[in-house]
DNA sequence: GGCCTTATTATGCGGTTGGATAATTGATAG
DNA sequence: CTATCAATTATCCAACCGCATAATAAGGCC
């Protein structure tokens, strides 16, 4: 009798994981965490749903390491845009404004994935951890950036500037998430540099575009 | 024989219909959209779950009318504030500054509220124009601020200055919303105040902190 | 080429979901 | 006081959920 059980192969386990978190994110990219289901899940990775509870203790630890795996994305990218950045402080705070307003960090469905697991983030602690881990290196990141510019170490106003600056890029990495049409190409970056140069007041775009020398008073530092 | 059915009573329309809308917007805060299953909203309510069906014609119209509920909470609150202030641009643009970064814009809950509709805005159209009609009403209404503020009408320049501040707002709204602790009452606000000041090259922060006049050569614009 | 491990499929279960429908009861009008 | 109507409750249903377990075959080893 002929047997109509599905053929396969089997596969590295990595191999498999990866598979089962890339359609974990692609799926709540499309429908939100509602639509990741553990047979939508199976279904777009080609298995048979029981193989995730082979790989994952739950569905749960999935969406965890999915979480997880998105988060190491974003953040392997910064690191990586800063290890080829050249020495020059200014030029490296540009670059990382720079990437964090370029593709792939700017995204259609990365403002929707991020949405979707920051409600996860409020039950499951080992989801908080990582979204603080990440939040928070990004932010010193930053912080250590504008440090180098400014070429001193007053911890407070470094701090404030650190949040003001953050909140130029992760404001301006959203509007170009969701619109993402209602941008001309390098305009986001155009303006995130531009916003944060203001806040610190410098001039971050290279001086091609500068028209007047620009009096470093004005900052919102010695505004305070 | 005595009937153990529930006893209730009957109220307005509007009121019920109020009271579905605050339930679900309370658990979608609280567990996020999955969590606001019609059985438990019907309980929350104080109702059983029959109820909805007969006052919205699906889950997600009433999903769509408590995200309409809530957009409108927000608009009509910076309107508001917008009615009472003074007439000084000036004055104007910070008192708008202020009440979007403060309570209850700046919530513990409004951003996992803000969170979680946001993925249904990508799928029903009804929601979506919520979405769109919100979000540019803000950011126009903020540009207007701005117009009479700098005393000019350059659009092109105009638009790129609403969406640098609106991207500080809304950078500062989310770290405020996410971290409520992580700030002193009435920091959000003054960073919101110095950094949209420096990207518009003025000071709004009334004057009572301020060392030093503030040319106004160095705001985003001139730089361009 | 046969065997053995285990990755994978297949099937079933208890619980929950959104929705439909029937039964009941509170308010109102006459 | 009673009839009427619709607001509300109660019950049911098919579909789906995550998960557990049994059956099966793919691929490495000798």
């Known amino acids: ?15 498999r994981r990866q598979a089962l978190i890339n359609a974990t994110l692609a799926l709540v990219a499309e429908g939100g965490a509602q639509a990741a289901t553990v047979r939508a899940i199976a279904h777009k ?31 392997a990218h910064s690191a990586a845009v800063l290890r080829t950045a050249p020495h020059d402080p200014k030029a490296r705070l540009a670059a990382f404004v720079t990437a964090a307003l370029s593709p792939p ?5 990365a403002l929707v994935l991020w949405a979707a697991f920051l409600q996860e983030t409020h039950r499951d ?12 290196a990004f932010r010193d990141q930053l912080q250590s950036l504008i440090a180098d510019l400014l070429g001193h170490s007053d911890a407070q106003a470094l701090r404030r500037l650190a949040i003001a600056c953050n909140a130029v890029i992760d404001g301006l990495w959203m509007e170009g998430c969701a619109l993402p049409n209602a941008f001309a190409p390098e305009e986001l970056v155009d303006l995130g540099l531009r916003a944060v140069g203001a806040i610190l007041g410098t001039d971050l775009t290279g001086g091609l575009l500068q028209t007047s020398p620009l009096p470093l008073t004005t900052n919102m530092e010695v505004q305070a």
């Open 125 to 136: 602690p080992a989801m908080r951890q990582t979204h603080a881990q990440t939040y928070l």
């Open 45 to 75: 990775a080609g298995v048979t749903s029981g193989l995730i509870r082979h790989y994952f203790s739950s569905k749960d630890h999935l969406m965890a390491a999915a979480y997880a795996h998105l988060m190491h994305r974003m953040t």
């Open 105 to 109: 960090v700017v995204d259609g469905e």
């Open 1 to 15: 009798m002929p047997s109509d059980r599905k053929p396969y192969h089997r596969a590295d386990e990595d191999t």
